[in-house]
T-cell receptor, first 113, second 115 residues
């Protein structure tokens, strides 16, 4: 197992800019989910990708988008950044069995100024 | 509606004390899964345990134990003889059978274990 790695670890962006966060999923895991964790809160589900298709989305606007690649890597893109987008963004990968727990990465801390 | 409530925002104990973290959940599904995760300052969520809704047997793993009670929709976590290394934020989470791609997390309980 190689675990889940995310890059960069920290990022500072200006309001209105666009950002791309990257995740390398655990080998063999074809499901990846992204979560937003605001300070002092629990993670909130953004969306999930399965075999390169989005197959579930939380209450996030369309300016949050993603991609998943055949090599188990994925991206989270956020356009028109707002101050409230400042958060820890977590990537999680999972196998296909229903009751698998997810393996989470260490996250990317995004600060929007 | 699905919801996970962790009423304890922060708990402080002295090393070797026992501590229980509370979790109450809401779901309309009859089949669901409950989880506990630990989040150290480094940020990653570390998986601790998964329980299925049809298995109410309590579980013990070393100093950790979990009490699952469907009658009260609770899934509490006890650390026995706490250690400084247990200091972290702990999250309880719910995952439903027919929406398995989505976790509902509680707001977390920050545990401070002092030497």
């Amino acid at each position: 197992e190689t675990g889940v790695t995310q890059s960069p670890t920290h990022l500072i962006k200006t309001r209105g800019q666009q950002v791309t966060l990257r995740c390398s999923s655990q080998s063999g895991h074809n499901t990846v989910s992204w979560y937003q964790q605001a300070l002092g809160q629990g993670p909130q589900f953004i969306f999930q990708y399965y075999r390169e298709e989005e197959n579930g989305r939380g209450n996030f606007p369309p300016r949050f988008s993603g991609l998943q690649f055949p090599n188990y890597s994925s991206e989270l893109n956020v356009n028109a950044l707002e101050l409230d987008d400042s958060a820890l963004y977590l990537c999680a990968s999972s196998g296909t069995e229903l009751n698998y727990g997810y393996t989470f990465g260490s996250g990317t801390r995004l600060t929007v100024v | 509606a699905q919801k996970v409530t962790q009423a304890q925002t922060e708990i402080s104990v002295v090393e070797k004390e026992d501590v229980t973290l509370d979790c109450v959940y809401e779901t309309r599904d009859t089949t669901y899964y409950l989880f506990w995760y630990k989040q150290p300052p480094s940020g990653e969520l570390v998986f601790l345990i998964r329980r299925n809704s049809f298995d109410e047997q309590n579980e013990i793993s070393g100093r950790y134990s979990w009490n699952f009670q469907k009658s009260t929709s609770s899934f509490n976590f006890t650390i026995t003889a706490s250690q400084v290394v247990d200091s972290a934020v702990y999250f309880c989470a719910l995952r439903e059978k027919y929406n398995f791609n989505k976790f509902y997390f509680g707001s977390g309980t920050k545990l401070n274990v002092k030497p």
